[in-house]
């Protein structure tokens, strides 16, 4: 026998149930994960003009002999400044509802809506700084599984293979040995991927090999963990990171890879009930800015990111 009874609220027209459940279900939402990993820029907020910029100073060159002779002047050396600037936007969306609705439905409305509108804004900027680190210089394919290509000019091309621990390694080897990124926090680098691309690494025999004996509760729970301190952080928001049959799409970064300027940080807004308190609304609302601090250079020494990427994966 059916636990509910459906009848009409006339002849015809709409279906009303008399027994309503209280455990209101919500639809699921992608994960945000990146703006844990932004820099905010001190010093900036309300009243500071549109745009901040960031000093950027370049590395002094080491001299083949910095050995010194009795009577001559040191050598000088330059360097040069440069500047990256970040211009905020604002940012916003707003659920309305009525008045009538609010006072005839059976659920509390405003709270999932909050709850919704909380998760929208999350999403949003998980998108934008995602955006802001994959412009960056350094490009990394992978043609096959044990072999690669490099671009320093941002250029994208097919892949030929999926992310695995030989690539995790070349990767890691050319932030520390030929970009001397600085690490993201003490000895670790981050690789923030979608779901297929840490796959690959799971999927690698290397994998069960190296976590046998270590760590071998890893793969019952899911984990990437860490090679050679690289951190893994796992996507499955499609507007941060997208993947094809081949490859999955992922960035590699250190310290001083996304900045952020903040002018209001993100927050709820009732609006003012309009046409006298029929008419509500609830928005969130937010005033900043994000921009690779070095992803305009593909210099050792400056830039800070590693972009793995394929360019079959369908543009954003």
């Keep these: 026998m059916s636990t509910y009874t459906w009848t009409f609220d006339a002849p015809t ?7 309503l459940s209280d455990d209101l279900k919500m639809a699921a939402v992608a994960e945000s994960v990146l703006m844990e990993y932004v820099w905010t820029v001190p010093g900036y907020g309300r009243n500071k003009g549109e745009s901040v910029t ?14 010194l002779s009795e009577g001559s002047r040191i050598p000088e050396d330059s360097f040069t400044v440069s500047s990256r600037a970040v211009t905020v936007s604002e940012y ?7 008045n009538l609705a609010r006072e005839l439905t059976h659920f509390d409305l405003e709270q999932p809506i909050q709850r919704r509108l909380r ?5 949003v900027f998980d998108t934008v700084v995602s955006a802001a680190l994959r412009a960056t210089q350094i490009v990394y394919r992978p043609t096959t599984e044990v072999t690669f290509a490099i671009s320093t000019t941002g250029v994208r091309a097919a892949a030929g293979s999926n992310l695995n ?17 600085k690490p993201y926090q003490g000895d670790d680098y981050i690789f923030c991927g979608r779901t297929f691309a840490l796959r690959g690494v799971k999927r690698d025999p290397t994998f069960e090999e190296w976590h046998k004996y270590g760590d071998p509760e890893i793969k019952r729970t899911g984990e990437t963990g860490r090679i050679e301190n690289v951190v893994f952080v796992q996507s499955n928001h499609s507007q941060a990171f997208q993947s094809n ?6 960035v590699m970064f250190g310290d001083e890879a996304v900045a952020m300027a903040e002018v209001v940080s993100p927050e709820l807004r009732a609006a003012l009930p309009a046409d006298f308190g029929r008419a509500l609304s609830v928005a969130w609302y937010a005033i900043l800015g994000f921009r690779g601090i070095w992803t305009d250079s593909g210099n050792p020494g400056e830039a800070k990111i590693i972009y793995f990427a394929d360019s079959n994966i369908t543009a954003y």
């Design 92 to 98: 916003g969306r707003a659920v309305p509802y009525t």
């Design 13 to 19: 027209g709409v279906q009303k149930n008399h027994a």
């Design 245 to 250: 049959s081949t490859c999955g799409e992922g």
């Design 119 to 123: 998760e929208q804004l999350s999403l």
């Design 165 to 181: 621990y030989f690539h995790v390694e070349t990767m890691r080897d050319y932030m520390y040995d030929t970009l001397f990124a």
């Design 54 to 67: 960031i000093p950027r100073f370049s590395t002094i060159a080491e001299p083949t002999n910095a050995l």
